[in-house]
């Protein structure tokens, strides 16, 4: 079970996985030795899994993501995902409960490359139909 100590130390090391537990400790008020321990309880328990490094955006900009929702036949599912890995555009693939089976998360560096990408997907077999939008900007990012 977390505290609200612990998911203050997880937004400390999400902000910056590098801070020196010092540092943690001195922001959140409470002792580095405490900060040390419930990281590596954390650990141990499974809750941190890993760290891992953020790069920079791609040097020639900015890219466009967009976000499909996919309704598909549920014997396909598999045989879509599997289509869905071999586009390199497409860097996350989420299933869900609701009217939508799948979300994908894609990114090009023009709308143009995306278009013909979601028209791609809507015509993969198994497919039944797509909602696309696209992101605009991001307000929380903590991957």
């Not at 020639?60 to 996919?70: I, L, R, S």
């Amino acid at each position: 079970m977390m505290d609200l100590l612990d998911r203050k130390i997880i937004a400390e090391l999400q902000r910056n996985a590098r801070e020196s537990t010092t540092k943690i400790a001195t922001k959140l008020g409470v002792a580095r030795t405490t900060v040390h321990e419930r990281i590596s309880r954390m650990e141990d328990r499974g809750v941190i899994a890993g760290y891992s490094v953020v790069l920079q955006e791609h040097p020639e900009g900015h890219k466009v993501q967009v976000v499909v929702m996919a309704e598909v036949q549920q014997k396909e599912t598999r045989r879509i995902i599997k289509r869905l890995e071999t586009y390199p555009e497409v860097r996350q693939c989420l299933s869900i409960n609701g009217e939508f089976d799948l979300i994908i998360c894609a990114e090009a560096p023009r709308i143009e490359d995306l278009d013909i990408l979601v028209d791609e997907i809507a015509a993969i077999p198994g497919v039944v139909r797509t909602n696309t939008n696209v992101i605009f900007g991001r307000r929380i990012d903590r991957i």
